[in-house]
């Protein structure tokens, strides 16, 4: 059940979330208002870059897929000169879309309800019986509109309404050097979204998702299960299941040897590390040659780092994990669709590729265990905040431990909550707050004291 929807104008975002020094904590109203949802799609997904679809999905000319920016429908389209384009999937005429496909190739899109046809790069081509229907000064529009601007990163595209919105570059900081750091394991430098997504809805706000992205603080209770049945198969196998290096017990001490941040804008990183012990078995196997070549190229160090586990998320709505890329689409401000797209790494061994892939089944895929697990505790999470007695969610582990990098970015142990504050630092920016306070006024100050102590 939503909160009774409120005018756009009362909504004062700089009360909705408070911090201080060792203070940070959102209001519950944050996800089950209506009327903060309609302003987070006007002032989030209509104003900065949005994840709209990846260049290998569009291979050759005509190629298409639908989309959506926020609530609005797009198709991300290839047309003839190998030009990408962002275009509202609504007819000029009366509204209707005109793409229904998720995916496909086509010269044109033509509107199921009176015929009005398009190119794939937008442009109104033709305008069914016409002749007599219309003055012959009749002003036809050019065609569908496009999104502002459009841009791509290692083969990302992004797309924005606003016009102004800083170069993509610019929007993903300092994330952008973690996404290199997994394409950059492909030896070509480029990902593959070969495979078929596993979609699916739950019964949440969408910022569940976005949070738990990075949430390195939470793996070992929701993901429990999975945990308890990796153990038994190792013992009974002696491969450690998914794992061939390591027990069970070892990948979980490895698990708090990492690190979580938080970036400028909203961005988020968990991170942990690969067994340097790991590595001589990896260009002794079967696929010595794929390894020694990233070796050879990027130097022990750095191939380390690439070999962690990674997992960013891109404010607002894309996460590029270890080995997919997932993509987070509001519906309403209880409910939300979330795509997984497994990815391959391009020039790699196909039996490599295929071994990632059963890795990602595994923790991952419809019939597993990690992604039911997350969307369970989101739903749990969305009835919660039902009993409105308690105001606040509180947002402060490792508070008083995480270190400032680069003079915007934050650091912490892998089990703490900055990426979790850095994005709603970033979302108080965006809702208009006029400034992100460093202390918390103190009757907001007894509130947060008084939901601590009921919570």
Not at 345 to 373: H, K, Q, T
Request: proline fraction near 6%; charge should be negative.
């Amino acid at each position: 059940m939503t909160s009774p929807s409120r005018p756009v104008a009362e909504i004062d975002a700089e009360n909705l979330v408070l911090q201080g020094p060792k203070t940070f904590r959102v209001h519950g109203s944050v996800y089950t208002d209506e009327a903060v949802f309609r302003e987070e799609m006007q002032r989030i997904y209509s104003s900065t870059w949005v994840f709209v679809a990846h260049e290998s999905q569009l291979p050759h000319p005509g190629d298409y897929k639908t989309s959506h920016i926020g609530l609005q429908p797009v198709i991300v389209s290839r047309s003839e000169d190998g030009a990408v384009h962002v275009l509202f999937n609504r007819c000029v005429h009366r509204a209707a879309v005109v793409c229904r496909m998720d995916k496909g190739t086509a010269n044109y899109f033509r509107c199921p309800y009176h015929g009005w046809v398009y190119g794939n790069d937008g442009r109104l081509t033709g305008i069914s019986q016409r002749g007599g229907g219309y003055d012959d000064d009749f002003d036809a529009p050019e065609g569908l509109k496009r999104a502002a601007r459009v841009e791509s990163y290692r083969g990302l595209v992004f797309a924005s309404l606003n016009p102004d919105v800083p170069p993509l570059t610019e929007h993903l900081g300092n994330a952008r050097h973690w996404i290199d750091r997994q394409f950059d394991r492909s030896p070509e430098g480029s990902i593959d979204l070969r495979y078929a997504p596993h979609v699916s809805q739950y019964e949440g706000n969408w910022k569940f998702q976005a949070e738990n992205t990075v949430d390195g603080y939470h793996g070992d209770h929701v993901h429990e299960s999975f945990w308890m049945v990796q153990e038994q198969f190792g013992r009974e196998s002696g491969t450690h299941g998914a794992y061939t290096q390591s027990s069970v017990r070892d990948i979980k001490k490895m698990r708090r040897q990492g690190q979580v941040m938080g970036f400028e804008g909203g961005h988020g990183l968990w991170n942990t590390p690969f067994d340097p012990a790991a590595l001589d078995g990896l260009l002794a196997g079967p696929h010595a040659d794929y390894y020694q070549t990233l070796l050879d190229r990027h130097g022990r160090d750095e191939l380390l780092v690439m070999l962690s586990n990674i997992n960013v998320y891109v404010f607002p709505n894309l996460g590029v994990l270890h080995g997919q890329l997932r993509v987070i689409r509001p519906m309403t401000v209880e409910r939300t669709e979330v795509a997984l797209y497994p990815f391959a790494l391009s020039g790699a061994p196909d039996a490599l590729n295929e071994e990632r892939l059963a890795g990602y089944e595994r923790f991952f895929g419809p019939s597993s265990f990690g992604s039911p697990d997350d969307v369970e505790i989101f739903a749990l999470n969305q009835e919660g905040l039902q009993a409105g007695a308690v105001d606040w969610l509180i947002l402060e582990r490792g508070i008083s431990r995480e270190k400032v990098v680069d003079d915007v970015d934050r650091t912490s142990h892998v089990t703490d909550e900055t990426p979790q504050r850095q994005f709603y630092r970033r979302w108080l920016r965006a809702m208009g707050a006029s400034a992100v306070p460093d202390t918390v006024p103190e009757p907001l100050r007894a509130q947060a004291r008084v939901a601590g102590a009921q919570a």
